[in-house]
């Protein structure tokens, strides 16, 4: 494990997959790698070049988030402590070891106390990562220092999401990589927006909030714990603050069950790819983009569609080159001119 992690904080991807299919072997086939570390290290093995730069960004957040260094023992307690609070204390059926687990693999305060209001992060970047690691990023040092938002959707693209402080009413489009799977138009979030190069993005998923919440972060962003903490109090099951951090993967912030349909969904558009009945499988048709971006980015649709790809195929991928994000739009003609050579 601590060798994987090493390779990882020099940027070096085949070295790191190398040493996990040689222990995996030794394992008696137990599953010791998590799936979503392995899937992260494919697509950067998989796609390359293709990688956008703020991928790579995600990329070092991940790792900052499974580091084990002695340094990080106490902001893993502090944390821990934040994330209970949030949630009212410790869970009294549950024994207090196994809430401290799901804590540390299934709370979205966790990760954001032990990233960023602890500085998990900038210890990652200042002490592990290399310079070749963070040479690759999109202005990951700013990212650092980015603060909790409040914001409300206003409305959706292909390619961008619109929000809106509630506040100010400041408006910020960020890159569209399925946040808004899970929140309605109008509705409210709290998370970080992050730059890039190029524009926004939320640095993970962001959460759907009651807008009491979002207006509260708003105002006084360093108190969100407690803007959370006071609305899990009046009604818990309003927050989804225990998703699983790994249900989301790299390079969509669609949960990896709803990938799934987004699997469906691709195959469908593939043979019919003028069908109008695509647009009854999602409740706004803007997310289609980013949800077959989400498959086609998984590491086994990779590798079927670079093995064989039919005419019909290429033609209903090109359909869609110009409204998915990247990396799906250059993986998209990728392939479209990897086969047209080959034929």
Known sequence: MFAVNDAEARGDVKAALGIIHRTSEQLDKEQFWHPSRLERLEQMSLLGVLMPRWAHSRWIVAQAMQGTHPRNQWRMAKAINAALEVRGGPDPVRDREADRIQILDRDWVYRQTFLYDLGGLEAFLRHNASGDLVAGADRIWEWVGASMRGVRLLGREPRHLLWEDPATGEQVRTINLGAGMLIEDGECAIGRIVPLA?????????????????????????????????????????????????????????????????????????????????????????????CLAAWLVRPETIGALRTGLPPEGRAALVGFADVVQEPAAGLIRDLVDHHEEAA
Do not use: K
């Open 198 to 290: 190029s524009g926004w993005m939320f640095e993970t998923a962001p959460l759907r909030v009651p807008d009491e919440v979002a207006y509260a972060v708003a105002d006084e962003p360093d108190r969100w714990t407690e803007a959370l903490r006071d609305a899990c109090a009046q009604d818990p099951s309003e927050i989804w603050i225990r998703r699983g951090l790994r249900d989301y993967g790299l390079l969509t912030d669609i949960p990896h069950a709803l990938v799934n349909l987004a699997m469906d969904a691709g195959l469908h558009a593939f043979h019919h790819p003028d069908d109008q009945e695509l647009a009854e499988l999602f409740t706004h048709p803007a997310d289609y983009p980013a």
